[in-house]
């Protein structure tokens, strides 16, 4: 499962420029009026109080887009692997009115107390983690009974187009790949696993499209997850020409995105 190789989460994850370049994409051309992280927000439905724990926070964005709707006394413990994500996200969210904490740590073992969270957060991050069953059972260990864990993933099909077009022209990408992966975390098969260990309440998806208007920022994209490409290989260059040229006939380039949560909670 290349997507949990750790060689290659921590390569991907050592600090955020491949991250922001996969960022950026959806910032400019995500055609929904409700951005993914106020999305993704709603769904948390956080009450003032609550202690929150969220793994794999990345930069910190879901904080930074919400930070005035965060409710009055709650708590967040922002934990990532990544000692260059987890500086990121601290530089970025500093000076907003939030009670934070950050926290070096694998989500296969996690230094906290048992019941310590009422929520856990893991966004488009336990498709990384190699032993997700350890995850979760970490994630059930440090939630108070009653917590919940809100779990975002893609469906099969996000970035369809995307991913047949590098498959057409010879783009290798561990985050595209041209099948749907048997034993990836996505939103058809994550209700199944977190199920083992917590009571899921529901699952719900999130469509919308990319409308691609400039060339450079999704080639930017595509490089973040290619391993090894650089902008000026022959198949960059191709692909490049491609969407340049479907930009021009019809204004933007289409790129499906779905995406979605489970939510699951402790007894």
């Avoid at 995500?30 to 724990?53: H, I, Q």
């Avoid at 009422?118 to 009974?145: C, F, K, Q, S, T």
């Amino acid at each position: 499962m290349k997507l949990a190789d750790p060689a290659h989460v921590a390569e991907q994850y050592r600090d955020s420029a491949r991250f922001d370049a996969r960022v950026r994409i959806y910032e400019l051309y995500d055609a929904s009026p409700e951005p993914w992280l106020r999305w993704l927000f709603d769904r948390l439905r956080l009450a003032p109080g609550e202690r929150v724990l969220e793994l794999g926070c990345g930069t910190g964005n879901l904080w930074r887009e919400n930070a005035a709707r965060v409710p009055a006394g709650a708590t967040l413990v922002l934990s990532d692997l990544s000692p260059g994500m987890l500086g990121e996200a601290r530089a970025r969210l500093a000076g907003l009115p939030l009670a934070l904490a950050f926290l070096e740590a694998d989500a296969q073992k996690l230094p906290l107390d048992d019941a310590r969270a009422d929520v856990v957060i893991a966004n488009h991050m336990l498709y990384h983690v190699p032993d997700r069953a350890r995850a979760l059972g970490e994630v059930r260990r440090v939630l108070r009974p009653g917590g919940r864990l809100i779990a975002g993933t893609n469906h099969w099909t996000h970035l369809i187009e995307l991913r047949e077009l590098l498959t057409r022209f010879g783009v290798e990408s561990l985050f595209l790949p041209p099948l749907r992966d048997p034993a990836g975390f996505d939103l058809e098969t994550a209700a199944d696993e977190i199920s083992a260990v917590l009571d899921v309440v529901g699952v719900e998806l999130r469509r919308s499209a990319l409308e691609i208007r400039t060339v450079e920022p999704l080639v930017d994209c595509v490089l973040s997850m290619a391993g090894g490409a650089r902008a000026n290989d022959p198949a960059i260059e191709t692909l490049r020409r491609h969407v340049a040229r479907q930009i021009a006939l019809a204004g933007a380039f289409h790129v499906g995105i779905a995406a979605g949560v489970v939510v699951a909670r402790k007894p």
